[in-house]
C-alpha cells in the first residue's frame, strides 16, 4: 500500500482485480462480456477480410518471439504481446467495435486482445479468460470515465490513455499477480498512455494503431511487474498522473473506484449499428427516424450536435463535407447523414474508398449544418435530433432520446449475431458457439477460441 493511510486509486483497482473470482461476476455482467467479445472477435474477422490493418499484421508476424499466442485469423504462433499489438489493430479497424459511452473509449479493442493473448500464453481456461476480460472492461471504462472526453479535449486517445491500465490489469489478473504487484504493472503502464488525435487533422489512420500499442503495452507492464519492476501507485490521481498530465478537465475518482464489484460498467458498453464516430450515432439514428424522403426535395438538413462532439464530427466544416479519405468519413457527421438519406443504411461498404468519393452525398452533406447543444451530459450519451427543410417549404423531423446499441436501447442478441455473422463470415458459427459459452462450457479455452477464428477465415492452423 501507499505510504498514505488510503489506498490509491491504482491500488484499489488492482486490489479488486487480483481478487475477482468468476463466482464473484453477476450472471447479466458475465453474458454483457460474452456479448462484447463475441461483437469484437466479428470485428476483428472483417478488418482482417478486409486487409484494412494488414501494416500492423505484418508487423506484429515480423516481431515473431516464442510460440505463444496467434493474430485472430492466422496460422502463425508469436509472442503474446505482438498478437495483442496486432488484435487490437484489428478489432478497432473498421471503428465498428464498441464504445463506453461515459467515458469514450473502445473497451473490447483493448480487453480482448490482451485476454486472448495471455491465456493463450498461458493456457487458462474458460472461466479464467471471462473473469480476467470483465476486470479489463472495469478497468478501461470507469478510467475513462473518471475525466469525461477530458482527454479528448486535451487532444489524446481515450481508449489508449485508459487502455494501456486496462490491458495490464487483464495480464495480471492471468498472470495471477498478488494486488501490490498489479498496482505496479498499473503504474508502469500509465507511463505508455497516450495515443494522439490528430489523425483527424489528415484523415491518417493511426487511431486504427492506438488500441493494438495499449494491449501490447499493458501486457508488456505486467510482464515487467512480475520481474520486479516498479510503477508509481499514485499514477492516476498524482501530480504528474494520467489526469493531471493528460486530461483537460478534472478527475471525479469516485468514478473510477466507487462501487467496486457493484457498480458494473461492462453492461453500461453500446455495441456500434455503424461502423463510424460513435458521436455522431444519435444524429444517425435521429436521420432513420425521419419519414421516407426523396433526397432531390432536400434543401437543409439541421442536425442538433453535442458541442464535444461537434469539435471531432462536425469540425472543420470543409474536410466534413468532402472528405478525403475513409477514415475522414468514418468522421464526418455531414458526409454521413448524407450518404444514409441517399443509400438507406450505413455499413463497412459505405465507408470504402470509392463510396467516399461519389459526390451525390458530397453534395447532400453540404447541405446538413448543425446547430450546437447545451451540452448537458456526454457527448456519446446525448439525444439525437434533425430538422429536414424541403423544396416545397415542408419540414420533418426526427427525434432519439441516446443513440441505438447502448444500455438503454441495447442490441437484441438476434441483431448482434446478424451483426456478427455479417462481420465474420459464414465460416464463423463455431467462433460465436465458443465466445457465447465462454466460462460455462468448460470446453471453451483461449486456444479453441483462436483456432475458431483461424477457421472462420479458412486459414489451416499449425500444430502449437
Known amino acids: 500500500m501507499s505510504a498514505a493511510s488510503t489506498p490509491t486509486a491504482a491500488e484499489q483497482l488492482a486490489g479488486w482485480a487480483a481478487g475477482l473470482a468468476y463466482d464473484d461476476i453477476p450472471a447479466p455482467v458475465r453474458a454483457a462480456a460474452r456479448r462484447h467479445l463475441l461483437d469484437g472477435a466479428g470485428t476483428a474477422l472483417a478488418s482482417a477480410r478486409a486487409g484494412v490493418v494488414d501494416a500492423a499484421v505484418q508487423v506484429a508476424l515480423g ?176 501530480p504528474h498522473g494520467i489526469y493531471a498530465a493528460l486530461s483537460a478537465r478534472p478527475a471525479d475518482l469516485a468514478a473510477v473506484t466507487g462501487d467496486l464489484g457493484r457498480r458494473w460498467e461492462t453492461t453500461r458498453i453500446t455495441i456500434k449499428p455503424y461502423p463510424s464516430c460513435q458521436l455522431m450515432h444519435a444524429t444517425l439514428d435521429a436521420v432513420r427516424a425521419l419519414p421516407p424522403l426523396d433526397p432531390e426535395q432536400i434543401t437543409e438538413v439541421v442536425a442538433q450536435v453535442h458541442p464535444d462532439s461537434a469539435a471531432v464530427v462536425c469540425e472543420p466544416a470543409d474536410v466534413k463535407t468532402a472528405p478525403r479519405t475513409s477514415y475522414d468519413a468514418k468522421f464526418s457527421l455531414p458526409w454521413s447523414v448524407a450518404a444514409l438519406l441517399l443509400d438507406g443504411d450505413l455499413g463497412v461498404g459505405s465507408y470504402a474508398l470509392d463510396s467516399v468519393r461519389r459526390p451525390a452525398p458530397v453534395a447532400l452533406a453540404a447541405r446538413v449544418r448543425t446547430e450546437l447543444t447545451a451540452g448537458e451530459g456526454v457527448a456519446a450519451d446525448a439525444y439525437g435530433h434533425v430538422v429536414a427543410h424541403l423544396a416545397d417549404g415542408t419540414t420533418r423531423e426526427g427525434r432519439v432520446p441516446c443513440s441505438s446499441g447502448g444500455p438503454d436501447a441495447p442490441l437484441s442478441d438476434d441483431a448482434l449475431l446478424a451483426k456478427f455473422r455479417s462481420n465474420a463470415g459464414p465460416e464463423a458459427a463455431p467462433l460465436a458457439t465458443a465466445l457465447q459459452s465462454l466460462g460455462e462450457d468448460p470446453a471453451v479455452t483461449p486456444s479453441r477460441i483462436a483456432a475458431a477464428a483461424a477457421a472462420a477465415l479458412e486459414v489451416p492452423r499449425s500444430s502449437a
Open 63 to 238: 516481431l515473431g518471439g516464442p510460440a505463444e499466442a496467434t493474430v485472430l485469423g492466422r496460422a502463425e504462433r508469436i509472442s503474446a504481446p505482438a498478437a495483442a499489438f496486432a488484435n487490437g489493430a484489428l478489432v478497432h479497424g473498421l471503428d465498428f467495435d464498441d464504445t463506453h459511452a461515459g467515458g469514450l473509449v473502445h473497451a473490447t479493442a483493448i480487453v480482448l486482445p490482451a485476454a486472448l493473448a495471455v491465456g493463450e500464453q498461458i493456457g487458462a481456461d474458460g472461466r479464467e479468460l471471462l473473469t480476467a476480460a470483465v476486470a479489463g472492461y472495469e478497468v478501461v471504462c470507469r478510467v475513462a470515465a473518471g475525466s469525461p472526453h477530458g482527454f479528448h479535449a486535451r487532444g489524446l486517445h481515450a481508449t489508449q490513455v485508459a487502455g494501456t491500465l486496462a490491458a495490464a490489469a487483464v495480464g495480471a489478473r492471468l498472470l495471477r499477480l498478488d494486488a501490490a504487484t498489479t498496482a505496479n504493472a498499473l503504474g508502469i503502464a500509465g507511463s505508455s498512455s497516450g495515443g494522439l488525435l490528430e489523425f483527424l487533422s489528415t484523415g491518417a489512420s493511426t487511431k486504427q494503431l492506438h488500441p493494438g500499442s495499449a494491449a501490447m503495452n499493458g501486457i508488456l507492464a505486467a510482464r515487467l511487474a512480475a520481474a520486479g519492476a516498479t510503477g508509481p501507485v499514485t499514477v492516476l490521481e498524482g
